[in-house]
């Protein structure tokens, strides 16, 4: 049995924040696989290095998707230790214990006679959006029929997450004396009341099975040039996460009905609506029973969006599944390396099992 944690300690000392850190954490999992005798593709795009090593036989195919970039962080996160059985270090859990324990599942079950493809997918930018990684990757037919991003989930199951609608708003006011702004319309005041009409209309008040409502962020506000004058313009950003049950045109129609001024989409992004009796869900539900204490399995969903998105559109159902450990993005960031572990045992026994059926 391989053991992940000493690849998760290399792969941490990599600082991955930015392209030529990602690259050489690239160029380092690429020779690791190789090593091991396993098949890599590494793939490029607009300088973002990407690993793909497929293993096994048959018409499905069961993805491991991780990402080996980082938020930035300062140099002694960069420099992993152990303490009461936590490894602590920039991406411990955030995710390249995912990557790692991904990669020594694919080392261990190489020589298997699997029915099922599994392919791994090691991607480069997650983190800001997985536009040259994952997405490069679908659009160029690298799918599959189920795909786990490793993601941090305490060992719950994640089948659905929010789509993404990122908006902004140029509101006009009138320009005046800042002694004098009744001979003026301020355009802060107006943005602002239009933030408070949008959290007041039918798509921000509704539900679904697994969220409470939407999520709206007031995310940036910029006017203004000197004390002593009405601001005459209001730059406003927004940035929302609405329910898979949730179409991004019909909030945009509902929004522009209340908006006195101009509105671009900044970004989209659709949702995740993997169901939760889909048989690869049930399969990987069984094996966190038969691989950990846990007598029920949490299958939930997630407020934030992941690069299980890009799959979607071409039918692919994916989750997001991962160790535990907490404080990611945060100068404690940890993860349990028994846990790390587990997860990789738990992939193991998933693969083979599902392989099996």
């Not at 300690?9 to 696989?33: F, H």
Request: proline share 5%; net charge negative.
């Amino acid at each position: 049995m391989g053991d992940p944690i000493p690849l998760l300690e290399k792969l941490i000392e990599i600082d991955s924040s930015e392209k030529p850190g990602i690259n050489k954490a690239m160029d380092y999992c690429e020779a690791w696989l190789k090593d091991r005798g396993l098949p890599v593709d590494k793939l490029e795009n607009e300088g973002y290095k990407m690993l793909v090593c497929e293993i096994g036989n048959g018409e499905n195919t069961i993805v491991f998707n991780g990402h080996i970039d980082v938020i930035e962080a300062e140099e002694y996160q960069f420099e992993p230790y152990i303490n009461d059985g936590k490894m602590y270090g920039r991406g411990s859990v955030d995710m390249k214990a995912g990557v790692a324990s991904m990669m020594e599942t694919v080392a261990q079950l190489k020589e298997s006679n699997l029915s099922t493809k599994v392919m791994l997918q090691i991607v480069p930018d997650e983190e800001t959006g997985g536009n040259h990684g994952t997405r490069f990757l679908t659009e160029n037919g690298y799918l599959g029929d189920f795909i786990i991003c490793g993601e941090p989930t305490h060992m719950g199951i994640a089948i659905q997450s929010k789509g993404v609608l990122q908006l902004d708003f140029n509101i006009r006011g009138k320009p005046a004396h800042g002694s004098r702004p009744w001979e003026g319309v301020n355009a802060i005041t107006n943005a602002y009341k239009i933030f408070e009409q949008i959290l007041k209309l039918p798509f921000a008040k509704e539900s679904s099975s697994m969220f409470e409502k939407p999520s709206i962020n007031l995310a940036k506000l910029k006017a203004g040039t000197v004390y002593n004058k009405v601001p005459e313009s209001c730059k406003m950003s927004l940035d929302i996460r609405y329910l898979p049950n949730q179409f991004p045109d019909d909030i945009l129609e509902q929004i522009e009905e209340v908006t006195d001024g101009e509105v671009k989409i900044h970004q989209s992004k659709g949702p995740v609506k993997t169901k939760e009796d889909n048989p690869y869900v049930q399969a990987l539900a069984e094996s966190v029973k038969n691989q950990t204490d846990l007598e029920r399995v949490n299958i939930f969903g997630q407020h934030g969006s992941n690069d299980g998105q890009y799959f979607t559109e071409y039918g692919g159902s994916a989750v997001e599944f991962g160790p535990v450990g907490y404080d990611w993005h945060g100068d404690k960031e940890l993860v349990y390396v028994d846990s790390v572990r587990e997860y990789q045992q738990l992939l193991e026994d998933f693969t083979k099992n599902y392989n099996s059926r």
